[in-house]
């Protein structure tokens, strides 16, 4: 890529933002690489904040990515707390709400999501919350240090880790899920019984295929919820997690093709060349879904999306096909999942979920692997990510089978014994 004066703007500073701008230095960039982000802080991660930093071992600077000195010895420059208006594409600028007018050789869209707003009556009160930014942590965790019962809206990933942290906090916790079992569009029915077991063990109420009417209160404050067949649930914290939508309006202000995401091409570009999406907005053609488009939500994404756009501009260009992996922590629980296992036609249990050693899920669609969903299994999670990147050549008969040696097939060198 040519060095000019308007170099690399970067709207969003979160895990995508952030690494294609260290990718860029890394990679030699010479040129001006600006970052613009709605927060006021600088560029943290995520994930810790539903487990680490609501349990109180991390703090908001062990979050951060680097440190301000970083970004100064290499000549990043980040506008916090400023929100960008609309893109100029003719002019190639972004005008921020401020009034200023910023220039762009190339612009990456990666503005990530935020969370789905729930659609019902008491919604707003005190004491409903989410949870996906630094400010929105820090609120949970001061209502956790008073709060005796919680009501978390949303089995899925968020959901699941804050009621972890929360029934080891002493509260009484309530799973209101629409669906029948808990990550229901995201894992297997074998590891989402074992999610569900382990969660109950805990001291966790489940309330599955309830429909949320909506959230009761008093003087302004929740006191619970009730759903639509009548079951009522008392609470002074209701946590809602029912999903995010990503943020592609710039994207389609400025006339760029929206679907879920902002659509971008195998190099991960939008119909505008000089314009690219990356992160938990884009919606790309995946290799791993027989080039299927999809949107992810992982750091794992974000990140590889972010060092794939960053090797275009130094004119390494290679279509994006990383294999996505992703992770939950959940009180003891650690589930790993190395591609994308549902939906699947048949599941291979490999190792004893009654034994408390950990086990695997293997999860076939067409006869092929197409995912692995581990628990308390690490070396299967990494050997699982080896043998998908390899095409995934294991049969549902050898992956049942005990004495099938993944860690051979991983290494390519075949895996009876």
Same mark, same amino acid.
């Given at each position: 890529?040519?060095?000019?004066?308007?170099?690399?703007?970067?709207?969003?500073?979160?895990?995508?933002?952030?690494?294609?701008?260290?990718?860029?230095?890394?990679?030699?960039?010479?040129?001006?690489?600006?970052?613009?982000?709605?927060?006021?802080?600088?560029?943290?991660?995520?994930?810790?904040?539903?487990?680490?930093?609501?349990?109180?071992?991390?703090?908001?600077?062990?979050?951060?990515?680097?440190?301000?000195?970083?970004?100064?010895?290499?000549?990043?420059?980040?506008?916090?707390?400023?929100?960008?208006?609309?893109?100029?594409?003719?002019?190639r600028r972004v005008l921020l709400a401020s009034g200023e007018a910023l220039p762009y050789e190339h612009l990456v869209l990666a503005t990530g999501a935020r969370n789905r707003a729930l659609p019902v009556p008491g919604?707003?009160?005190?004491?409903?919350?989410?949870?996906?930014?630094?400010?929105?942590?820090?609120?949970?965790?001061?209502?956790?240090?008073?709060?005796?019962?919680?009501?978390?809206?949303?089995?899925?990933?968020?959901?699941? %880790?804050? $009621? @972890?942290? &929360?029934?080891?906090?002493?509260?009484?916790?309530? !799973? +209101?899920?629409? #669906?029948? /079992?808990?990550?229901?569009?995201?894992?297997?029915?074998?590891?989402?019984?074992?999610?569900?077991?382990?969660?109950?063990?805990?001291?966790?109420?489940?309330?599955?295929?309830?429909?949320?009417?909506?959230?009761?209160?008093?003087?302004?404050?929740?006191?619970?919820?009730?759903?639509?067949?009548?079951?009522?649930?008392?609470?002074?914290?209701?946590?809602?997690?029912?999903?995010?939508?990503?943020?592609? %309006?710039? $994207? @389609?202000? &400025?006339?760029?093709?929206?679907?879920?995401?902002? !659509? +971008?091409?195998? #190099?991960? /570009?939008?119909?505008?060349?000089?314009?690219?999406?990356?992160?938990?907005?884009?919606?790309?053609?995946?290799?791993?879904?027989?080039?299927?488009?999809?949107?992810?939500?992982?750091?794992?994404?974000?990140?590889?999306?972010?060092?794939?756009?960053?090797?275009?501009?130094?004119?390494?260009?290679?279509?994006?096909?990383?294999?996505?992996?992703?992770?939950?922590?959940?009180?003891?629980?650690?589930?790993?999942?190395?591609?994308?296992?549902?939906?699947?036609?048949?599941?291979?249990?490999?190792?004893?979920?009654?034994?408390?050693?950990?086990?695997?899920v293997f999860c076939f669609r067409g006869g092929r692997l197409v995912g692995v969903e581990s628990v308390n299994r690490p070396l299967d999670h990494v050997l699982a990510r080896k043998v998908l990147e390899r095409g995934?050549?294991?049969?549902?008969?050898?992956?049942?089978?005990?004495?099938?040696?993944?860690?051979?097939?991983?290494?390519?060198?075949?895996?009876?014994?």
């Open positions: 890529m040519a060095v000019s004066g308007a170099g690399v703007l970067v709207v969003g500073t979160g895990q995508a933002g952030f690494q294609l701008a260290a990718s860029l230095r890394e990679g030699g960039y010479e040129g001006r690489v600006l970052l613009v982000g709605e927060e006021p802080e600088l560029p943290y991660q995520r994930p810790p904040l539903s487990k680490a930093y609501l349990m109180g071992k991390a703090d908001a600077a062990q979050l951060r990515f680097r440190t301000a000195a970083f970004y100064a010895e290499n000549r990043l420059e980040i506008r916090a707390g400023a929100r960008v208006l609309r893109i100029e594409r003719a002019a919604a707003a009160l005190d004491g409903v919350l989410s949870l996906r930014t630094l400010a929105e942590a820090e609120a949970l965790r001061r209502r956790l240090e008073t709060a005796r019962r919680a009501v978390v809206v949303g089995a899925g990933f968020i959901g699941l %880790e804050f $009621a @972890a942290v &929360a029934a080891a906090r002493g509260l009484e916790v309530t !799973v +209101v899920e629409a #669906l029948d /079992r808990p990550m229901a569009r995201s894992v297997s029915p074998l590891v989402a019984a074992h999610l569900r077991a382990a969660h109950e063990r805990a001291g966790v109420r489940f309330a599955f295929g309830a429909a949320l009417a909506r959230i009761t209160g008093e003087a302004g404050r929740a006191t619970g919820v009730e759903t639509a067949d009548g079951r009522r649930m008392p609470a002074d914290l209701v946590l809602v997690g029912i999903g995010v939508v990503p943020n592609a %309006e710039l $994207a @389609a202000e &400025a006339g760029l093709a929206v679907s879920d995401g902002v !659509v +971008v091409d195998g #190099l991960l /570009r939008t119909e505008d060349p000089a314009i690219s999406a990356i992160g938990d907005c884009a919606r790309f053609p995946c290799r791993h879904a027989e080039g299927a488009p999809l949107r992810l939500e992982a750091v794992q994404n974000a990140a590889d999306q972010a060092r794939c756009v960053a090797a275009r501009l130094l004119g390494r260009p290679a279509p994006y096909a990383s294999l996505p992996w992703f992770w939950s922590d959940q009180g003891p629980l650690r589930l790993q999942i190395a591609g994308l296992s549902v939906p699947h036609e048949r599941a291979v249990l490999r190792g004893d979920p009654a034994a408390g050693q950990g086990f695997s995934g050549g294991v049969t549902p008969e050898q992956a049942a089978d005990p004495a099938f040696d993944l860690r051979a097939l991983a290494a390519g060198s075949g895996g009876a014994r």
